[in-house]
């Protein structure tokens, strides 16, 4: 299976939140969705194309992963530690938990809205404090930017979300499924945001005791 397909129907457990529950993940899977969303990303990309070059991998280990492949998984983790302190509790990891529970789940419109950004200047500075991705697109629309830096990528993202066009799974993490922060997505969930998020949004949700050290 890879992170584009969802699992199979299967309840989790009654304290889910999410308004559909697709099945259980895990963290190769969250691996690759992660990995994934960065190959197309405008600020991450180039680099993490830099790293897969100097290891003598192919954009093909990211676009088309095998989780059943044991060897496969172990280099997407590696390349997770190199670019961005997976599994190194450095840099975006610092303070990440070592044992998450990952699920496949669908989020509503309202439940989207009520994720956060992670606590880093730049969104914390676009959504005007709240760190809401609504917050966000309503300055956004308002013609407001966060430190200067163009907004026409969030503007970008949104058509393509109006055009109907699918992007990876956001990811989400928290002790509890009903106080996310996103880990990985932020530019699709404020283009959600900016579409009025027109339709339940796949994602993935890792949740653990100690993650409140990370999910402030």
């Known amino acids: 299976m890879t992170c584009e397909q969802a ?15 697709l099945g259980v993940s895990s963290e190769d899977e969250m691996v690759a969705c992660f990995l994934s969303g960065e190959l197309s990303s ?21 676009t088309h992963p095998d989780l059943s492949d044991t060897e496969a998984n172990l280099a997407r983790r590696a390349l997770l530690a190199a670019t961005r302190g997976y599994g190194e509790n450095r840099e975006l990891f610092e ?25 880093y200047s730049y969104w914390v500075e676009l959504s005007g404090g709240s760190r809401r ?42 002790e509890s499924q009903d106080n996310l922060v996103c880990l990985e997505g932020h530019l699709r969930l404020t283009a959600y945001a900016l579409d009025g998020f027109p339709t339940d949004i796949e994602c993935l949700v890792g949740t653990a005791p100690a993650m409140g050290r990370w999910a402030r």
């Open 95 to 119: 303070n990440f938990p070592t044992h998450v529970t990952w699920t496949r789940a669908l989020l509503s419109a309202d439940e989207a809205a009520s994720v956060r950004y992670l606590d």
């Open 7 to 21: 699992a199979a129907p299967n309840r989790v457990g009654p304290m889910l939140t999410v308004v559909q529950v």
């Open 133 to 174: 991705p609504t917050d966000a697109a309503a300055r956004i629309k308002a013609g407001l930017r966060a430190f200067d830096v163009p907004n026409e990528p969030f503007a970008d993202a949104a058509h393509a979300v109006t055009r109907g066009e699918r992007f990876p799974p956001l990811i989400l993490v928290g």
């Open 42 to 62: 405008r600020r991450f990309g180039q680099n993490l194309r830099s790293h897969l070059a100097a290891v003598g991998q192919t954009e093909q280990l990211l």
